[in-house]
């Protein structure tokens, strides 16, 4: 949408967003990474409701991402300015360890991008400018 040239109005994003939420328990992996990624990327905030249940689901399945679904969803947390709380990150480190034997170089180097931002959010860059020598994808 912003992409191309057009910002979405507060009423759009209202409904979009409420129908979200009442499926939020419904998303699979790829559903909630893409959701969170399009709030980052447009830089609108989800509201709470939507945030907690994005972050149940994500809590619920964290075990079943692939590569790529931890290092949106880590890019996702930094962009929005939110930390995932204790528990959620505890899950993405054991996530990225279990699966560190499958990665590339560019899940490497993402992971670890993703990992040190949202390790240090008093320092961290809000579009993730500060480190796009790794975090481009």
Same mark, same amino acid.
């Given at each position: ?8 109005? *507060?009423?759009?994003m209202r409904e979009l967003?409420?129908? *979200?939420?009442?499926?939020? =328990? ?11 990624? *399009?709030?980052?990327?447009? =830089?609108?905030?989800? =509201? ?8 149940? #689901?994500?809590?619920?399945? /964290?075990?079943?991402?692939? /590569? #790529? ?6 890019? *996702? ?16 480190? =054991? ?15 993402? /992971? ?26």
């Open positions: 949408m912003v992409w191309m040239g057009w910002d979405p109005g *507060a009423g759009v967003e409420g129908r *979200a939420e009442s499926l939020a =328990g419904t998303f699979n992996e790829q559903g909630m990474t893409n959701t969170m990624w *399009a709030y980052a990327t447009m =830089g609108w905030e989800p =509201g709470a409701g939507l945030m907690r249940g994005l972050e149940v #689901q994500l809590d619920a399945m /964290t075990g079943t991402f692939n /590569t #790529q679904n931890v290092a949106n969803t880590l890019w *996702a947390y930094i962009a929005m300015g939110r930390e995932p709380g204790a528990g959620l990150m505890r899950a993405f480190e =054991g996530l990225a360890e279990a699966l560190a034997g499958t990665f590339n170089t560019q899940d490497v180097a993402n /992971t670890l991008c993703r990992l040190v931002y949202s390790s240090f959010f008093s320092i961290w860059v809000k579009d993730c400018d500060g480190c796009t020598f790794c975090c481009s994808s």
